[in-house]
């Protein structure tokens, strides 16, 4: 998981290889790809995705990967997580008080 914070696509690489477990969760329920997309690791997320991983898992307290990119500003993180099929119908995201919406959302209550 540090791999995946860190950005180190090589490291993440090796470690699938080695057949290290995709859906691993940390103590407060995060993935790889949900650490990932809180540091604006894309090139890791668009790999882990690639394999399988899970992109729509979230931390204990129900913040998503598109949740924590969003409020980090990561904006490519968001656009890669919104093109994933699991991911597209979550367009409309609650962090606390602060609701971010995608721009397909904004195009439609204009």
Same mark, same amino acid.
Do not use: F
């Given at each position: 998981?540090? %791999?995946? /914070?860190?950005?180190? @696509? #090589?490291?993440?690489?090796?470690?699938?290889? *080695?057949? %290290? =477990?995709?859906?691993?969760?940390? #103590?407060?329920?995060?993935?790889?790809?949900?650490?990932?997309? %809180?540091?604006?690791?894309?090139?890791? /997320?668009?790999? @882990?995705? &690639?394999?399988?991983? #899970?992109?729509? *898992?979230?931390? #204990? =307290?129900? /913040? &998503? +990967?598109? &949740? +924590? +990119?969003?409020?980090?500003?990561?904006?490519?993180?968001?656009?890669?997580? @919104?093109?994933?099929? *699991?991911?597209?119908? $979550?367009? @409309?995201?609650?962090?606390? =008080? *602060?609701?971010?919406?995608?721009?397909?959302? $904004?195009?439609? $209550? %204009?």
């Amino acid at each position: 998981m540090e %791999a995946s /914070i860190e950005g180190k @696509l #090589n490291v993440v690489k090796y470690l699938v290889d *080695q057949k %290290a =477990d995709l859906h691993a969760v940390s #103590n407060t329920e995060v993935n790889s790809v949900w650490l990932a997309a %809180a540091e604006g690791r894309t090139d890791v /997320i668009k790999y @882990l995705l &690639s394999k399988g991983a #899970n992109p729509v *898992q979230t931390r #204990n =307290d129900g /913040i &998503s +990967a598109l &949740s +924590a +990119a969003c409020v980090a500003g990561h904006v490519d993180t968001v656009k890669l997580l @919104l093109k994933d099929k *699991q991911v597209k119908d $979550r367009d @409309l995201v609650n962090v606390g =008080d *602060q609701e971010v919406r995608s721009d397909e959302e $904004r195009r439609q $209550r %204009a």
